[in-house]
């Protein structure tokens, strides 16, 4: 009897991993909702909006391993005509700050796929990122069964 409750545990634990929901009005939420709003904001070439989220001091590492800081990223947000899907969200909190990763799928004029890093800090009240990084997912091997 003592294992059925274990179970209903593990169970819990593994589906909300696998599932990776956080609760309405988590700060985990809203900073995905803040991501995707970056996300859009880029796809737009919003420019305003999208530096509204980058804190002064951002240092970015694109998918190319080009670092820029603010200036720089703000000048490459050009409107372009991807669609973007992000998913597989794990955020971490460290009082102000959080660790967030994620998966994209991009399609459209690029189809790639790649995982990002964001460090996103709290100053003033408000949430922005301080640091990004990307990175491509490889297609698979073709050379390698799997």
Known sequence: MK????????????????FGQYKKG???EKLIQLDKAWTSAELRGDKRAAGA?????????TQRGEVQNK??????????????KSDE??????????VMT??????GVRNVQFRS???WMKRGGKWQIVAHHGSLIAPPDE???Q
């Open 3 to 18: 294992q059925i409750p274990f179970v209903i545990v593990l169970v819990l634990g593994i589906s909300s991993i696998a």
């Open 26 to 28: 988590s700060v985990e």
């Open 143 to 145: 050379d390698t069964d």
């Open 102 to 107: 994620h998966r994209s799928t991009v399609s």
């Open 89 to 98: 969200y794990k955020i971490s909190l460290y009082g102000n700050t959080a």
């Open 117 to 119: 890093t964001h460090i």
């Open 71 to 84: 200036a720089q990223y703000i000048a490459s947000v050009v409107p372009n005509a991807d669609m973007v």
């Open 53 to 61: 989220l980058v804190a002064d001091d951002f240092v970015g590492t």
